[in-house]
């Protein structure tokens, strides 16, 4: 089971502290840091000192770690135009040494796109199929070649499909609970599927639906990296439990039912429940980024357990 460290920096957290958590998540051994791709705050947070742009967060984050993945969980596919995000998401991958992963999903928070002036079209995920076919069209087409798609909500003509990432094929990760239409956009453009803070049951539903969806594309099921998304709060007792989870606002038992909460064994056997689903990575989502102590606990107390 592959443990990756996610971040929510819109809900407050400049540069200087992500590359905190993210070199002290490749020193202790993590797979992955990854953010989140948001321009505004949620909940009762002050979102000071307000948002950082997650492919310049990942441009500066590619050239000051060595080994980590690095990648977004999800980018918005209303933010970014496909082919310009073609070229940002492969500069940085050229950039880190080919180290990034690209998560894109259809952008869901209306009030962020208004409160910057962002477009928020009513056709979201027709815009993110023609996104996935763009990105990974364009990544595929051989130098010297062209890229052409005329789709409804976008049109390229003569492309010449460059830069190329350093990867042969940058991972992309799909995710959501959609029954029907997530589970095909994943057996048709994804290497990863991710559930966001689903329950151990609702996982192994989503996950037969994605298996079930790659074999009738003709793909093998195992060939798509399963993963989920859980908030994160241990403690080596319940008093430091509690502290953390009073730390992000959160109520325990809440935790402890939605989330990875508790203490290391508590977790490491949760774990084991969404490994047998067919999970096989967890994104710890870690909402307090100035306990750099929880992180070194979960390295320390849980890592090694689920080798």
């Known amino acids: 089971m592959d443990l990756r460290i996610f971040t929510e920096p819109q809900q407050g957290a400049d540069y200087e502290t992500l590359l905190r958590v993210a070199r002290t998540a490749e020193d202790l051994g993590y797979d992955g840091f990854f953010r989140s791709d948001h321009y505004l705050k949620m909940g009762d947070a002050d979102g000071l000192p307000g948002p950082t742009d997650a492919w310049i967060t990942l441009a500066?984050?590619?050239r000051e770690t060595s080994r980590i993945r690095l990648g977004t969980l999800m980018t918005a596919a209303t933010f970014r135009l496909p082919g310009v995000l073609a070229i940002q998401v492969a500069q940085v991958d050229r950039m880190s040494g080919g180290r990034i992963e690209l998560g894109l999903g259809a952008g869901w928070y209306a009030a962020e796109h208004t409160a910057y002036g962002i477009p928020?079209?009513?056709?979201?995920?027709g815009r993110l199929e023609e996104q996935l076919a763009i990105v990974t069209g364009l990544w595929r087409t051989k130098p010297g070649e062209t890229f052409d798609?005329?789709?409804r909500h976008y049109q390229l003509k003569d492309s010449p499909a460059l830069p190329k990432p350093a990867q042969e094929r940058v991972p992309v990760i799909v995710g959501g609970m959609g029954a029907q239409r997530t589970p095909e956009l994943a057996a048709r453009f994804a290497d990863e599927f991710n559930l966001p803070f689903a329950s151990v049951a609702d996982s192994a539903t989503q996950i037969t639906?994605?298996?079930?969806a790659a074999t009738a594309h003709g793909r093998a099921p195992d060939s798509l990296v399963y993963s989920n998304a859980l908030v994160a709060c241990v403690g080596r007792n319940d008093a430091e439990v509690g502290r953390r989870a009073a730390a992000i606002g959160r109520d325990v038992a809440e935790l402890r039912e939605n989330g990875l909460a508790g203490s290391p064994a508590e977790v490491v056997e949760k774990i084991g429940r969404y490994a047998e689903t067919g999970s096989t990575r967890i994104y710890l989502q870690i909402l307090d980024l100035d306990d750099l102590e929880h992180v070194a606990l979960i390295a320390d107390q849980v890592m090694p357990q689920l080798s």
């Open 149 to 151: 798609f005329d789709g």
């Open 60 to 62: 500066g984050l590619a």
């Open 209 to 212: 639906r994605v298996r079930e």
């Open 120 to 125: 928020f079209p009513a056709a979201k995920f």
